[in-house]
């Protein structure tokens, strides 16, 4: 099995990305504390960087496949004992891990913010813990749901524009009906965290139906995205 030694690689290529993007959150929030008086105020300005990371990140998941077909390196790399399935899943794996400590570093550094106002004495250790790793799957997703589209994008030697736009909207269409498919899952709820002080609100419920929604298109549209760069790239 190459991945391991092939994650190894793409997230040393990933350390400047990863030390930029979390450089640039925390001087945000820095900026932030220092301007805002309120800890509420402050952590509904703390979805901008959130923001950026998961924008980041995406634009990311795009450019690590793109270069290496621009510059024609995956074909100095399929001719090592790997195949492409494997060159493509380490890529996404590097990026998902990349996402997930960006998201959940990003909500350590908020919580350690918030807790430095004095009208909030504390923020649960238990409870910071499953927001920041609740934050970091949610790049899951992000990477995902559009992984298809940029896939074609990226290898399609005519319209790619036009065929990446065409797969967008078709994988949209097709989870939309998964999403109404497991409707019936919509009343059960998990309670990730759930935390009120002076001025925060903080109750983050998640329905089965998001979980189970987001697991299966998640998991096909990786796959869906590897195969159409296979296809794509072959004729």
């Known amino acids: ?3 391991p030694k092939l994650l190894s690689k793409e997230l040393k290529g990933l350390r400047l990305h990863f030390l930029v993007v979390l450089s ?3 001087l945000l929030m820095a900026y932030f504390r220092g301007k805002i008086g309120s800890p509420g105020s402050f952590l509904a300005f703390s979805s901008i960087p959130f923001t950026i990371l998961y924008v980041a990140i995406f634009i990311q998941g795009y450019h690590v496949i ?3 077909f621009d510059s024609g390196t995956i074909y100095f790399l399929l001719q090592l004992p790997v195949s492409l399935e494997e060159v493509l899943f380490s890529k996404f794996l ?3 891990i990349e996402g997930f400590l960006l998201a959940f570093l990003t909500s350590i550094i908020t919580a350690v913010f918030i807790t430095s106002y004095h009208q909030v004495p504390s923020f649960p250790a238990a409870q910071t813990f499953k927001l920041a790793v609740l ?3 949610v790049t899951f997703p992000v990477l995902t749901v ?3 589209a940029f896939s074609v994008k990226t290898v399609a030697r005519r319209s790619s524009g036009f ?3 065409l797969t967008a909207i078709v994988t949209l269409y097709i989870d939309h009906l998964i999403y109404q498919i497991l409707s019936p899952l919509k009343g059960i709820t998990l309670n990730f965290a759930s935390y009120h002080v002076e001025g925060i609100f903080v109750n983050v419920t998640v329905s089965l139906q998001i979980l189970v929604f987001y697991a299966i298109i998640g998991i096909a ?3 869906g995205g590897i195969w159409a760069i296979k296809k794509f790239n072959s004729l």
């Open 135 to 137: 934050s970091g799957l």
């Open 221 to 223: 549209s990786l796959f």
């Open 66 to 68: 793109k270069k290496e």
């Open 163 to 165: 065929l990446a736009f």
């Open 146 to 148: 559009f992984y298809p």
């Open 94 to 96: 590097a990026v998902f």
């Open 24 to 26: 640039v959150n925390f």
């Open 1 to 3: 099995m190459n991945i």
